[in-house]
């Protein structure tokens, strides 16, 4: 900077330039005002430094010298102790500032220097508009000479007459003060028309205009200068002599005063809205300042408490920013940091804690802005930075890098089990203080079982393995039945983990919050569950967060799952031992398995690129291929038998199945068929078929077959209106030649009895085993009834001859035969069969080696039966049931473990009445229904008196048919056992085999709520009925109780002791227990005990006793 100083004193000049030697000015000395302006023409003078004393004039001429020429140079007036006067004249004739010469004014010299320069220039800046002057003036004389002056002096300054203050207001009430076009207001004191105060009080109290006011008065007052200040006057100036010359810096400083203080509004209007922003913004913007090595926050903005909760005061404390990093976060951020002052700006990212303990990301650059102090050294440097809140980045940005290794992972093959876990620790990882629970559904039993918890205890995870979603059944049982989101603030609280406080407890968490997965269906996949150590709910950015991880999860899940089975659809494709080829849409093969081609013959490389019409043999016409591409084109699919041919010209049956493959579009991309050679099948269908149709002793029609001929003959012989017989034969004696020869005797015998029957038969009469001694003949095209007598007869006569066996044994049997005519004595299968089953049992009544046709006398006896439903029904209500119990007996220790509970009818006209001729008689009624219940409240009763009398038995009650399917038995059942207080263990049902073969759905449901009621199952006369494994798979049975018809020929019987063995066996491997009935001899006992039977029934221990009776015997002592 080069100054100028006009100093006439040469020892004020030495001080002043010693003062500022090493300020780095270049200073140059001129002693009078003459030489100062020659100087001055020179130009490159920054600043003008004048004594207000000169010997050949003013500093204010020197002054006016350099406003009149404009010269672009900053003035700073030195005046003498004491003249302060001056001082403020050198200001108002437009010096940039004034220094009195006291003191050490020597030492403040460097900086009033700087900032007149400064405020020098920005007023040049300003300088580049010109002022505009309103002047109320009413002296044309003095308008005049402050016309001329201005033009001469002070051309920036531009002055508008109006003539008079009329003119003035007209001017301002015409318009607003920013477009009145004008800058300052000159007003004359004392004007024409009304004084110059009047006029500044209507535009100040009135008008309320902050136009700036400069007042000219003819001579100083006092008083009228006190007016003018206190009525708003900006300025005061007294038209002495030379006042021309201070009138231009009094209008630029008043001008100057009214900008600044519109600036100052617009600064604080900006600084305000400044303020709102930030309010609102995510981002803080903070300064700090290095003070003795330390970074020290100097400001920071106040949306810092809305952001982080911390006030404004909170932040400036030193050490808060260190105590506020995350611990992973601490060591690289303070190590960043250092860099700082190197390189002059930073931008870091971690994670910092709020005030309520939470985390956010925030992303923190600071720049430098001020160096240090001027001592040296970085201390007191100065940096302005901002943090922005970039959680949702971050959480973007972890989200994606989750979904790339989940990726990464599946790519890899890597095991669904170390994904889920990876994706948990993901997760746990951004959320340190939750726990991530994976449950997956199970495919196949619908429960819930644990996919990755990480961090939750063994013990929990174990409890909660297996757990069956449904309402109530905890946040992620609930979450995976509702398909919804459940949010569990408090578990020892909310309804749905009240079944589970202490597995809250065993967890050691008090919040669980649980997200479904689902898969592209909706079908829910599993939960993706957190739980918290203490009561909470998640917010916004948590929830949202939780999603993400979710369906990350299913995403995971689905991959995996389409993985595994891709993986085993192409060990399928080449392991099957069915033939695929893979077409494109023209039909050209793309892809065959090995077994295509070893059932084809053609290699892959044969296939490949060929049609399968290579495969044709020439059996199907155009209709039936037309046909299969109508079906594949219209449903996708196509399904049948065809012949193809190999390639050795081999003809073969196969099973073809073809499938439309579509793509993501849903579009056809390719064609699968599977071939199945099923020539081999066929012929096993053909032997399966004959086999089901045929008994495989006598190779004759069963009853399958018989009553399919039987129906197709009603048919025939209704169309052509003639009769047709059904004889039915049952063989006298065979049972003897069982008992006493054995069973392969007895095998031998039926099947020289059938050859020798079909020997005299008609290829159109059709002859049938129904099983055991029981043969059934179909008669057709026959003349009359009569004939149906001759064919009995002479089969009669047939069977009378004896029968030569091996071992040359000779037998005698004979067969009573009877006959039911179509369409006289029935018009269905079943009447013909029922009929002549009536009629045979007639001819045995007549004494044996007869025949009978049916007749109404039968008719009556079905009469009979309906008499029997009549008293049975009064029987019900009179009381004529009773209950006789017969033990059961445990085998092992021969102790007595409990009673079956058999009904019996004593009738007042019969006497007892058999179960067996009356029971079926209730099946078909119904009557079954109330007789069962009232057999249940008796041994109810029964076993709750024994119990009191200290007897733990057993009783074992016969369930119905019709009983079982009551819909509400289950809450009949409970009732009674609340009733007379008995425990579950205390009763046990049985079944027939013929019960479970029935409405499946129905009575698996209600075996099932039985067994839920904690009574045991069991199944009566096992082997008798429709014996499957299915069904002991699928009821929930603990009992099989094996047939009296099986126990009564051990030891004679090989097969029955077979039967009876293999039921033992089967019945241990599948956790049954099993009791023998009807055990009437100790060899029978003998022989079940060493097979492993567990209890026994029977008359070897005891016929069925009335309850009082069986207390007595059994009970007592």
Known sequence: MRILYAEDSAFDADLTQRALRGSGLDIQIVPTLKDARQRLAEAGIDLLLTDLKLPDGSGLEL???????????????????????????????????????????????????????????????????????????????????????????????????????????????????????????????????????????????????SLPIVMLAGQDSEQLASSALHLGVDDYLVKHNGYLFELPATLEKVHRRAELVRESERLNATNRRMSQLLAASPTIVYSLRLQDGEYQSSWVSENVTRILGYTVAEVLTPGWWHAGLHAQDRDTALARSKGLLLDGHLSLDYRFKRRDGSEIWVRDELRRVAQGGDSGGDSG???????????????????????????????????????????????????????????????????????????????YLQAIEGVLPGPGMGSCGTSAWSGET???????????????????????????????FKDRDGRVLGTFALYHDTPCLPDAAQLELINDFSRITG???????????????????????????????????????????????????????????????????????????????SSGNWQGEVWNRRKNGELYQQLLTISTVRNEAGAPSHYVAVMTDISQLKRSEAK??????????????????????IQHAIERAARSRCHLALLFIDLDRFKNVNDSLGHPAGDELLAAIAKRLRSRLREVDTLARLGGDEFVLLIEEMSVPEDAAIVAQMLIDLLTAPFNLTQGREIYIGASIGISVFPDDGRNVTE?????????????????????????????????????????RRALERGEFTLHYQPQVDMASGQLTGAEALVRWIDPEEGVISPARFIPVAEETGLIVPIGEWVLRTACAQVRAWRDAGQALTVAVNLS?????????????????????????????????????????????????????????????????????????????????????????????????????????????????????????????????????????GYLFSKPLPGEEFGMRFLQG
């Open 555 to 633: 995403l995971a899940v689905q991959k995996v799952r389409a993985a595994t089975a891709l993986r085993q659809a192409g060990a399928v494709f080449e392991s099957t031992r069915d033939g695929i080829f893979i077409t494109d849409l023209d039909a050209l093969i793309v892809a065959v398995n090995r077994a295509f081609t070893h059932i084809s013959g053609y290699s892959e490389f044969e296939a490949i690129g060929q049609s399968p019409r290579m495969l044709q043999s020439g059996r199907h016409d155009a209709d039936f291929y037309r046909a299969m591409w109508s079906s594949l084109i």
């Open 486 to 516: 459940v949010l569990v603030e408090n578990v020892f609280e909310h309804p749905y983990w009240a079944p589970y406080v202490e597995l809250a407890h065993l967890g050691d968490f008090s919040a669980c919050w649980s997200v479904p």
């Open 381 to 459: 440097a100065e940096f302005v930075g901002s943090w922005t809140d970039i959680s949702a980045d971050k959480r973007a940005a972890l989200i994606g890098e989750a979904r790339a290794e989940v990726l990464d992972r599946i790519v890899a093959a890597q095991p669904l089990s170390v994904i889920l876990e990876a994706i948990a620790l993901r997760m746990q990882a951004i959320e340190p203080s939750m726990r991530v629970s994976i449950q997956l559904l199970h495919e196949v039993s619908g429960r819930l079982v644990n996919g990755a918890a990480p961090s939750l205890p063994e013990r």
């Open 688 to 709: 399966l078929d004959y086999l089901a149709h045929h008994d495989p002793l006598t190779d004759l029609p069963n009853r399958l077959l018989m009553q399919s001929r």
């Open 63 to 209: 002054l006016a010298h350099v406003r009149e020429h404009a010269l672009p140079v900053a003035v700073v007036v030195l005046t003498g102790s004491g003249d302060g006067s001056s001082a403020i004249a050198a200001l108002k004739a437009g010096a940039d500032d004034y220094l009195i010469k006291s003191g050490s004014y020597l030492e403040r010299l460097p900086r009033v220097i700087d900032a007149a320069v400064l405020r020098h220039r920005s007023m040049s800046a300003r300088c580049d508009r010109p002022i505009r002057v309103l002047c109320a003036e009413s002296s044309l004389d003095d308008m005049k000479q402050m016309r001329a002056h201005m033009l001469k002096h002070a051309p920036q300054i531009r002055l508008e007459s109006t003539g008079g203050t009329d003119a003035v207001i007209k001017r301002l009430q015409a318009c607003s003060e920013v477009d009145a076009n004008v800058d300052v207001l000159l007003i004359d004191a004392l004007p024409d028309e009304t004084t110059g105060l009047d006029l500044v009080k209507l535009i100040r109290s009135e008008r309320h205009l």
């Open 832 to 872: 013909l069969i029922q009929h002549s089953d009536v009629a045979m049992y007639q001819a045995k009544e007549a004494g044996r080696g007869a025949f009978r046709f049916y007749t109404e006398a039968m008719s009556r006896a079905a009469q009979d039966r309906l008499h029997l439903d009549t008293r049975l």
């Open 961 to 1097: 048919a019709r009983q079982l399917q009551q819909a509400d038995l289950t809450q009949r059942v409970a009732a009674l056992m609340h009733e007379f207080g008995i425990g579950p263990d205390w009763l046990e049902f049985e079944l027939t085999e013929s019960m479970l073969a029935g409405e499946q759905a129905s009575t698996e449901l209600r075996l099932r709520e039985l067994k839920a009621l904690g009574i045991a199952l069991s199944i009566d006369d096992f082997g008798t009925g429709y014996s499957s494994l299915a069904y002991l798979k699928r009821f929930p049975i603990d009992v099989l109780k094996i047939d009296q018809s099986f126990v009564r020929d051990i030891p004679h019987d090989r097969n029955d002791m077979e039967i009876a063995a293999t039921i033992i066996a089967m019945a241990h491997t599948l956790k049954l227990r099993v009791v023998a009935e009807g055990v009437e001899t100790p060899e029978q006992l003998a022989f079940l005990k060493e097979r492993g039977c567990d209890a026994w029934q």
